[in-house]
C-alpha cells in the first residue's frame, strides 16, 4: 500500500465516527464555467434515526483543496448557496447545512468538508428511491457538480453487514480511482 492510500485509509477512518453509512458517490465539483477546473471529492450518506420512523439524513461533501486558500475558498463559496435566502421557499424547513469551521490544524486545511441534513418523517422518506429522486437532484441543482454511480452496501434492516465495513468499502472505491 503506498503512502498516500494508507494517508487516505487512515484520514476516512478518522472521519469514520459512530454513524450509520448507507451509500457514496465520487463527484466532480465545477469551479467555474470552465469544465476542466473542478475538484474531486466523495459524498458519503448517512442515516440517523430519532426514533424507528423519523430521522435524518447526511449527506458529507469531502473535497481535497490540497490546502490551497483559494481553492478553499471557491469551494466555500459554492456551498454558500445553501444560504442563499430564496431557498427557503424551496426546501422543506426541516433542511440544513451547516457553514464548515475554519480548520484548525494543517492537516484539516487539506480537505474541505461540508454537511447537509435532510429531515424524514416516514421511514420511506429516507428510502434509496427518495435519494435518487430528490435529495440528489436537489443538490445538484444548487451546486455545479456531478455524481458518478450510487455505491450502496448492504444492509440488513439498516445495520451495516459485518462482511465488510463502510470504511473498507469507501477505501477501496478511492484506491480504484487512483
Given at each position: 500500500?503506498?503512502?498516500?492510500?494508507?494517508?487516505?485509509?487512515?484520514?476516512?477512518?478518522?472521519?469514520?465516527?459512530?454513524?450509520?453509512?448507507?451509500?457514496?458517490?465520487?463527484?466532480?465539483?465545477?469551479?467555474?464555467?470552465?469544465?476542466?477546473?473542478?475538484?474531486?471529492?466523495?459524498?458519503?450518506?448517512?442515516?440517523?434515526?430519532?426514533?424507528?420512523?423519523?430521522?435524518?439524513?447526511?449527506?458529507?461533501?469531502?473535497?481535497?483543496?490540497?490546502?490551497?486558500?483559494?481553492?478553499?475558498k471557491q469551494v466555500l463559496d459554492l456551498f454558500a448557496r445553501f444560504h442563499d435566502n430564496e431557498l427557503g421557499s424551496e426546501?422543506?424547513?426541516?433542511?440544513?447545512?451547516?457553514?464548515?469551521?475554519?480548520?484548525?490544524?494543517?492537516?484539516?486545511?487539506?480537505?474541505?468538508?461540508?454537511?447537509?441534513?435532510?429531515?424524514f418523517d416516514t421511514a420511506e422518506g429516507a428510502s434509496k428511491e427518495n435519494v435518487?429522486?430528490?435529495?440528489?437532484?436537489?443538490?445538484?441543482?444548487?451546486?455545479?457538480?456531478?455524481?458518478?454511480?450510487?455505491?450502496?452496501?448492504?444492509?440488513?434492516?439498516?445495520?451495516?453487514?459485518?462482511?465488510?465495513?463502510?470504511?473498507?468499502?469507501?477505501?477501496?472505491?478511492?484506491?480504484?480511482?487512483?
Amino acid at each position: 500500500m503506498s503512502e498516500s492510500a494508507a494517508d487516505i485509509e487512515k484520514q476516512l477512518a478518522e472521519l469514520r465516527g459512530a454513524e450509520n453509512f448507507i451509500g457514496f458517490s465520487a463527484f466532480d465539483l465545477f469551479l467555474d464555467d470552465d469544465e476542466s477546473n473542478r475538484k474531486d471529492g466523495v459524498l458519503k450518506i448517512s442515516r440517523h434515526n430519532i426514533n424507528p420512523e423519523t430521522g435524518f439524513l447526511k449527506f458529507t461533501f469531502i473535497v481535497d483543496v490540497y490546502g490551497d486558500k483559494l481553492i478553499r475558498k471557491q469551494v466555500l463559496d459554492l456551498f454558500a448557496r445553501f444560504h442563499d435566502n430564496e431557498l427557503g421557499s424551496e426546501t422543506d424547513p426541516d433542511f440544513m447545512y451547516i457553514r464548515p469551521p475554519e480548520p484548525a490544524s494543517q492537516k484539516d486545511k487539506a480537505w474541505f468538508i461540508a454537511e447537509v441534513f435532510f429531515h424524514f418523517d416516514t421511514a420511506e422518506g429516507a428510502s434509496k428511491e427518495n435519494v435518487y429522486k430528490f435529495f440528489l437532484p436537489f443538490l445538484t441543482l444548487r451546486l455545479p457538480l456531478e455524481f458518478s454511480d450510487l455505491q450502496w452496501w448492504d444492509t440488513d434492516n439498516g445495520e451495516s453487514t459485518k462482511k465488510k465495513s463502510a470504511i473498507a468499502t469507501i477505501t477501496d472505491f478511492i484506491k480504484s480511482k487512483f
